[in-house]
């Protein structure tokens, strides 16, 4: 297991980054005092520039130079408090998350967690394979009462080893009210950075945020 992007390399990137930075600054800094001194030396003695333009183009540079100093330093910050929350969510690592992503079933039961809509009467859970089709359906009691997916075909035989995702269909007085994703608890195998999220990858390669994971658990 590996938790990319550490506190330390989040630090280094930060600091890798704001030295370019400073050194075009310094040298647009430069820059601009040449073209103020060429400005004084060949201007008009008969109508010289006012001194005041002179300050107010230095008080415009200056502006400037502290919104670019201002936006490097939240920069950092943010690559700080980033890797400090992929540090905290490392300690997810080797959890069980309890999810609606496909999940990699190898010919062991799956524990399910339904959740039929209030009001039916009926409730199916519905298997998918890795391509999103249906490739199972048995009728289950309504509720969100876990129940158990034995990846048995109604030949007896097993699924292929793979990814499978499920859902709960809902009826009453034999009509469809609603399909919901069903959930099941599965392995955290990494944490990452991706773009400005953590990312976890669980057992069999999906990737999920944390704001997709319902509850964490010891492994069983």
């Keep these: 297991m590996e938790v990319t992007n550490s506190p330390a390399t989040q ?3 930060a600091a ?24 004084a030396r060949y201007q008009d003695p008969l109508e010289p520039i006012d001194s005041s333009e002179y300050a107010a183009q230095l008080a415009q ?11 490097d330093l ?18 997810w690592i080797g959890m069980e998350a309890r999810t609606t992503a496909p ?4 010919g ?43 990846g048995t075909k109604d030949d007896g035989s097993v699924f292929d080893s793979g990814m499978y995702s499920f859902a709960v269909e809902s009826r009453a007085v034999g009509k ?12 955290i195998t990494e944490a990452r950075r991706q773009g400005t999220e953590t990312v976890f990858v669980l057992q069999g390669g999906s990737t999920v945020t944390s704001n997709d994971i319902a509850a964490l658990r010891d492994p069983v």
């Design 11 to 13: 630090s280094a990137a």
């Design 16 to 39: 890798a980054s704001s030295a370019p930075a400073a050194a075009i600054l310094s040298s647009d800094f430069e820059t601009f005092l040449q073209m103020l001194t060429a400005q």
């Design 61 to 71: 540079f200056s502006m400037v130079e502290q919104q670019v100093l201002s936006n």
């Design 74 to 91: 939240l920069e950092a910050l943010g690559n700080q408090l980033g890797a400090s929350n992929i540090a905290q969510m490392a300690g």
């Design 103 to 106: 999940i990699a079933f190898d």
């Design 108 to 150: 062991a039961p799956v524990t399910i967690i339904p959740r039929s809509e209030t009001g039916a009467d009926e409730a199916y859970l519905i298997a998918y394979n890795a391509n999103g089709e249906e490739v199972q359906r048995r009728q289950i009691t309504t509720g969100t009462a876990p129940v158990e997916w034995t």
């Design 176 to 187: 469809t009210i609603g399909t919901t994703a069903a959930e099941t608890y599965t392995r």
